[in-house]
């Protein structure tokens, strides 16, 4: 009997099936949840703004929270979209070029609500950082299309599409040979229908994302976007050097040996695949990135006639910053985090402040996935290592600095502390904000750092960081800070208001060992006409 199920998971593997991962068990983080549920009234949440391309698929599905059933209604949407009212997805094309001011309003049986929303149609999409996962840091090469799929539901049924998160993407491991129409790379075995796995996702209002690179393999030593023949024929795998899934066997062949850019660019063709399956986000990776081969994918995808956020991973230099800017929506700062406080602390505090000239509404440099929950790259399966106060400041840090934010981790392991960390609308709102200035650097120490962020309506967003080992007290005056009158103070991740200052008045807080606190300083810069002399010098 034992040697029939060995036989039988002997099968099942090459399919990209695994035997049954090491059993995980969430630590119990409830007593660290301090995000408020959300009220049971309709409250619509995600970005205030969305940018689509004239003539292009346009996909938006409003993010409400409330109980359901719920209907949604929409004034003045752009000619050419149509909403659907029981599930709030927008869809449709709109030709006219201009900013339509929209009202988006929710209803269910207990109350209302509307919100404000900005349909831009112009030649920039991302218009805030994309909120979404990716398959990558938990199941690595293992990831098939159900696990895809699985996530794409869980993204709804636990309630993260109602604050905005998106897009479902996947990573390395999907690859097969190159074929069909455009001689494109078609998919392996664990991905036996990508249109229908497109499909699905678009039906829950969703994005879909997709991996590639240029060389001729990626890392994971599937086939990449280059080839040195113009028939778009790997030696290696004419070879037969490979598994069943078309991956480099690598006991045979280095991988090094394979990592080149090849002498004909089949980026057209693989461009032109995407946009048939329907796919809305593309993952670029490789490093060193250079000019060449970055403007040679975003021809390719401009030629496609969707619109495919276009994000290059990875390690991005500065040097390359105008580049990277004018012609890719996300691009990698960093190389790969992983889930321990040395790597997230030093990919977000070392380093980001050089990319702010170059963030802006559609270009978003990146500082990495998120490593929450369950994550383990395809080996060995594990919770992440990060305290709970270390989770906090890993999502303060990236909301403040407005990078995108994919999950990382199993889905199906979301536990109430993990949601409660990305379904916060307050901290979101920050990442979110139209204007889209990056977070930076106000004041540092060695055991300390202070970050402030200029919101669209004048409000200030600042975080406390205690980079330290021990408990400390953290404040700063407004007058510091150039905010002149009463200033409220208002916890984002508690979602209360908890002081109110003026001038050089130091409201100081306890920050715990590698925590933060994460707050918003309201009305902020003030229209208000100051009258006499203003320049105060008593402390209040």
């Not at 002149?484 to 920050?511: C, F, N, S």
């Amino acid at each position: 009997m034992h040697r029939k199920v060995l036989s039988l998971l002997l099968l099942l593997l090459p399919l990209g099936l695994t035997a049954p991962a090491q059993e995980i068990v969430a630590p119990d983080y409830s007593q660290h949840i301090l995000t408020p549920k959300a009220p049971e009234t309709p409250r619509i949440n995600g970005p205030k703004v969305y940018g689509a391309r004239p003539g292009h698929e346009f996909r938006y599905r409003i993010p409400a929270t409330g109980v359901r059933p719920m209907t949604f209604s929409a004034e003045g949407l752009p000619r050419g979209l149509k909403l659907d009212k029981q599930t709030g997805i927008i869809t449709g094309k709109a030709r006219k070029r201009g900013t339509y001011v929209v009202t988006l309003r929710a209803e269910n049986a207990l109350g209302r609500d509307e919100r404000p929303f900005r349909v831009i149609i112009g030649d920039r999409i991302a218009l805030t950082p994309p909120l979404g996962w990716n398959s990558w840091n938990c199941w690595g090469i293992q990831i098939d299309q159900d696990k895809a799929l699985r996530s794409a539901r869980t993204m709804v049924e636990k309630g993260l599409a109602d604050y905005g998160w998106t897009y479902v993407n996947i990573d390395d491991g999907w690859q097969g040979v190159r074929g069909g129409k455009w001689n494109a790379i078609q998919t392996n075995r664990k991905f036996p229908d990508m249109q229908a796995l497109v499909d699905g996702i678009h039906a829950l209002g969703l994005k879909a994302g997709i991996y590639s690179g240029p060389w001729q393999s990626t890392y994971a030593s599937h086939i990449g976007s280059s080839c040195d023949n113009l028939d778009g024929t790997y030696w290696w795998i004419e070879q037969g050097i490979v598994d069943s899934n078309w991956r480099l066997d690598r006991t045979k062949v280095g991988k090094e040996e394979i990592r080149t850019f090849g002498e004909y660019s089949f980026a057209a063709n693989d461009a032109r695949q995407w946009a048939e399956w329907g796919f809305d986000y593309l993952k670029y990776d490789w490093n060193i990135n250079d000019r060449w081969w970055l403007e040679d994918m975003r021809k390719a995808l401009d030629a496609t006639g969707r619109d495919i956020v276009y994000s290059i991973s990875n390690s991005s230099r500065v040097a390359l910053g105008p580049v990277l800017a004018a012609n890719a929506e996300c691009w990698r700062t960093t190389n790969d985090i992983r889930d321990t406080w040395e790597s997230m602390s030093s990919i977000g505090f070392d380093g980001q402040d050089q990319w702010a000239p170059y963030r802006s509404p559609g270009h978003w440099p990146d500082a990495d996935m998120l490593v929450l929950g369950k994550v383990g790259w395809g080996r060995k399966y594990h919770w992440t290592q990060l305290t709970p106060d270390e989770q906090f400041t890993h999502i303060t840090l990236w909301s403040i600095l407005s990078s995108p934010m994919l999950l990382g981790c199993d889905m199906d392991m979301l536990d109430d502390f993990t949601l409660s960390l990305l379904c916060n609308n307050e901290v979101l709102d920050v990442n979110q904000d139209p204007l889209g200035y990056q977070g930076t650097c106000f004041a540092r120490t060695d055991s300390t750092a202070v970050y402030v962020k200029p919101l669209e309506d004048g409000s200030l967003a600042v975080a406390y960081f205690n980079l330290g080992g021990e408990p400390c007290k953290m404040g700063v005056t407004p007058r510091k800070l150039g905010l002149i009158g009463d200033q409220t103070v208002r916890d984002l991740w508690r979602q209360q208001d908890v002081a109110t200052l003026r001038d050089k008045m130091k409201w100081e807080v306890e920050v715990a060992p590698h925590g933060t606190c994460f707050f918003r300083l309201s009305p902020g810069i003030s229209g208000e006409k100051l009258k006499g002399y203003y320049r105060r010098t008593e402390e209040m």
